[in-house]
C-alpha cells in the first residue's frame, strides 16, 4: 500500500502507485475528526497470507483508520492486533466519495464499514461512473470505505497441490 493523510481541515486527497498508472481520489467533509485516516492504494499480488502466494491481483482504493501513534503515510493497520481499536471509530464524516482509475477488465466491490464493523447501506451510494460514497444525516462514525478491485485476467495459475494435505 501507498498512503496519504486525510487531514480534517482539507477536503480531497489523492494517491497513486509508484508509476502513476493507479490512482485513487477521496472529496470528504468531516464533521468529528477524532481518529487518524488515510487513503491507501494498492496494485499487485495479494501475497499476505502465504496461503495461495502470488495467485490473486488486486487494484485497491481505500479509506483506513490509521494508528496515530505511526506515520500517516504507512498506517501500519496490518500490525495491529488490538480488535477494538480496528473496529472501532469516533469520527464523522459529513460525506466521503472515493474512486479510482481501474483497469478496463477490473472488477470492483465496494465496501463500507462504520463503527462496531456495522453496514449501513442506508448512507451508501455508488454512483454509475463507480464513485463509492457515504452521506446523510446521522451517519455512523466510518471504519473505511474500500474499494476492491479483482483483476482476474491477471491471477497465477493455481499450484497443483492447492488443498493442503491433512
Known amino acids: 500500500f501507498k498512503f496519504a493523510p486525510i487531514l480534517f481541515y482539507e477536503n480531497r486527497v489523492k494517491v497513486c502507485n509508484d508509476d ?9 467533509q468531516v464533521d468529528q475528526y477524532q481518529d487518524q485516516f488515510s487513503l491507501g492504494v494498492f496494485t499487485g499480488y495479494h501475497t499476505k497470507d502465504n496461503v ?6 488486486m487494484e485497491m482504493c481505500s479509506v483506513l483508520k490509521c494508528d496515530s501513534k505511526d506515520s500517516a503515510t504507512t498506517c501500519t493497520q ?6 477494538n481499536y480496528l473496529t472501532r471509530s469516533n469520527s464523522v464524516f459529513t460525506f466521503m ?3 479510482a482509475t481501474f483497469s478496463e477488465d477490473t472488477i470492483v466491490y465496494p465496501q463500507a464499514l462504520f463503527d462496531n464493523l456495522a453496514l449501513a447501506d442506508e448512507f451508501v451510494t455508488i454512483s ?7 452521506s446523510g444525516e446521522d451517519i455512523p462514525p466510518l471504519v473505511s470505505l474500500t474499494l476492491f478491485g479483482r483483476r482476474y485476467s491477471m491471477d497465477s495459475d493455481l499450484p497443483e497441490n492447492f488443498c493442503p494435505a491433512s
Not at 20 to 28: E, M, P, R, S
Not at 52 to 57: F, G, K, L, Q
Not at 78 to 83: A, G, L, R, S
Open 20 to 28: 502513476g498508472t493507479f490512482c485513487c481520489l477521496a472529496d470528504y
Open 52 to 57: 495461495v502466494r502470488d495467485s490473486w491481483y
Open 78 to 83: 496490518d500490525q495491529i492486533t488490538d480488535y
Open 97 to 99: 466519495n472515493i474512486s
Open 128 to 134: 454509475e461512473d463507480g464513485v463509492l460514497g457515504v
